[in-house]
């Protein structure tokens, strides 16, 4: 009997960044900085900070203009986190800007939640 190969943590990751993704897209129909249609899950504080990658708040809607060559509208993204969220919201997401480091376990429980969400 053959043993199921397990995705490695990279392909994982790549798989609950696309769920998240159309997730955040189909919450978030339009820009939340300029109105225009939805393209793309811009995040507020860098993916690269694993502990906000998968962030509800962090992440939300933007058009392409706005994400890639504006760099996020930072500004206005800002504003509308404060609306949306309160006046704290951007020192709440500061603090969650530490090391962070997912298992299989992790990224397997973020692709079952958003899967189901769609």
Not at 30 to 54: D, E, K, M, Q
Not at 89 to 96: P, R, T, V, Y
């Amino acid at each position: 009997m053959k043993r199921k190969k397990l995705k490695s943590i990279s392909q994982l990751k790549k798989e609950a960044d696309k769920h998240f993704s159309i997730f955040i897209r189909q919450r978030d129909r339009y820009c939340v900085t300029c109105g225009a249609f939805t393209a793309h899950a811009g995040h507020y504080i860098s993916r690269s900070w694993l502990g906000l990658r998968y962030n509800e708040r962090n992440v939300n809607g933007q058009c392409v203009r706005c994400n890639i060559f504006l760099k996020g509208n930072m500004d206005e993204y800002a504003l509308f986190l404060k609306r949306k969220y309160g006046p704290d919201i951007l020192e709440e997401l500061k603090k969650l800007k530490v090391p962070t480091q997912f298992k299989r376990k992790d990224f397997e429980e973020i692709i079952k939640k958003y899967k189901e969400e769609k």
